[in-house]
Antibody, heavy 116, light 111 residues
Framework: EIQLVESGGGLVQPGGSLRLSCAASGFSFSTYGMNWVRQAPGKGLEWVSYIGKSGRTIHYADSVQGRFTISRDNAKNSLYLQMDSLRAEDSALYYC?????????WGQGILVTVSS | QSALTQPASVSGSPGQSITISCTGT?????????VSWYQQHPGKAPKALIY???NRPSGVSIRFSGSKSGNTASLTISGLQAEDEADYYC???????????FGTGTRVTVL
């Protein structure tokens, strides 16, 4: 069974940092591109970042470019999102999602709240 | 890259068919056939319904179908059922650094 389990969320002050993790199981992690997608409370989905299977190809949404860093450790079957200079508008449920021609598997999400 | 435009809400009676539109530009929907649709029930993660405009992932009901014309994609739900009441999102590949863009979302209500 394919599983994606996010962790590392929580409450952080504006300007602070947080590192999200996504543990993958049930598939060959190193052969798939992975994404982070977020959803602010009561709002729609927003694509955040993509990393290719080897980690060499990386893309970011304009809203997080220069503040967030996506990475992966294929030996640990894990995806990460380092979030720096956090703003109130970054508050959201963050999903990790596997990518093929579409987002075919999603985690249950982890909540990040940016507030003083 | 702006979000794709969807109607905020669509409703229908059980057994009816409804269609949700998703309007983009010539840089996303109009250029690529990587349009997908997702269903999200409250408190749950999104679930893929359609990929590459009109393909259904394994296990998705044939009541869900997708199409595209120009810069607009559409999702049709046939034989509407109570369990179809949810939020629906389209998504398109953009080919730019902002790799993907989602739609604004549509709340489907079964009357």
């Amino acid at each position: 069974e394919i599983q994606l389990v996010e962790s590392g969320g929580g409450l952080v002050q504006p300007g602070g940092s947080l590192r999200l993790s996504c543990a993958a199981s049930g598939f060959s992690f190193s052969t798939y591109g992975m994404n982070w997608v977020r959803q602010a409370p009561g709002k729609g989905l927003e694509w955040v970042s993509y990393i290719g299977k080897s980690g060499r190809t990386i893309h970011y949404a304009d809203s997080v470019q220069g503040r967030f860093t996506i990475s992966r450790d294929n030996a640990k079957n894990s995806l990460y999102l380092q979030m720096d200079s956090l703003r109130a508008e970054d508050s959201a449920l963050y999903y990790c999602a596997r990518r093929t021609a579409f987002f075919d598997y999603w985690g249950q999400g982890i909540l990040v709240t940016v507030s003083s | 890259q702006s979000a794709l435009t969807q109607p905020a809400s669509v409703s229908g009676s059980p057994g009816q068919s409804i269609t949700i539109s998703c309007t983009g530009t010539s840089s996303d929907i109009g250029r690529y056939n990587f349009v997908s649709w997702y269903q999200q029930h409250p408190g749950k993660a999104p679930k893929a319904l359609i990929y590459e405009v009109s393909n259904r992932p394994s296990g998705v009901s044939i009541r869900f179908s997708g199409s595209k014309s120009g810069n607009t994609a559409s999702l049709t739900i046939s034989g509407l059922q109570a369990e179809d009441e949810a939020d629906y999102y389209c998504s398109s590949y953009t080919g730019s650094n902002t790799l993907d863009v989602f739609g604004t979302g549509t709340r489907v209500t079964v009357l």
